[in-house]
């Protein structure tokens, strides 16, 4: 295994990309220090294993034989709009690097691949939600912050209102 050189991942990556998986999802407040995340590392895996290299792609660096960083774009079609007769669109996901390993430029290096990947494949939009922190990369690669999208979980309730997320009327 190449260290410091950005990979293409496969199943074989499964275990330590959810690794790497639940440490960002710590390190950004979803899941809590002792919160029992068994059930999420299990779908998490499963999930990557059966899409891994169809509509999942994955990338990542390895540093002292375990993966410091990765990212993912995950890969669908929608209905064709003027911009994008193909529909193809790509959404990037959990590009993320271990604490322990910043600042090498790990982020860069897979974010270039990912739009290497897309423009390979005629991949007409890439897009994304982004940390604070990826805010600057992303720029400098040529996104751009939207502002008109909303999301909306089943979470059983009548009318979609969420604990987590604050009421789009509260933001007015």
């Not at 193809?88 to 590009?95: A, F, P």
């Not at 939009?125 to 502002?147: M, V």
């Amino acid at each position: 295994m190449k260290e410091n050189k950005v990979l293409r991942l496969d199943e074989s990556s499964a275990e330590a990309f959810c690794r790497l998986r639940m440490e960002l999802f710590a390190e950004l407040g979803e899941i809590l220090e002792n919160q029992d995340v068994s059930e999420l590392k299990e779908a998490t895996e499963r999930y990557y294993r059966s899409h891994i290299n169809k509509d999942l792609i994955g990338w990542g660096i390895f540093q002292e034989g375990s993966l410091a960083a990765a990212g993912s774009l995950c890969l669908f079609f929608r209905l064709p709009y003027a911009e994008n007769l193909s529909g193809q669109e790509g959404y990037i996901l959990n590009i993320y690097t271990s604490p322990l390993f910043r600042r090498q430029g790990y982020a860069n290096a897979i974010l270039d691949e990912i739009i290497a990947f897309a423009k390979d494949n005629q991949i007409k939009r890439l897009w994304l939600n982004s940390s604070e922190q990826g805010e600057e990369l992303y720029g400098r690669r040529g996104f751009a912050k939207k502002e008109n999208e909303m999301e909306w979980f089943n979470n059983g309730s009548t009318n979609g209102k969420q604990d987590r997320k604050q009421d789009w009327h509260e933001k007015k």
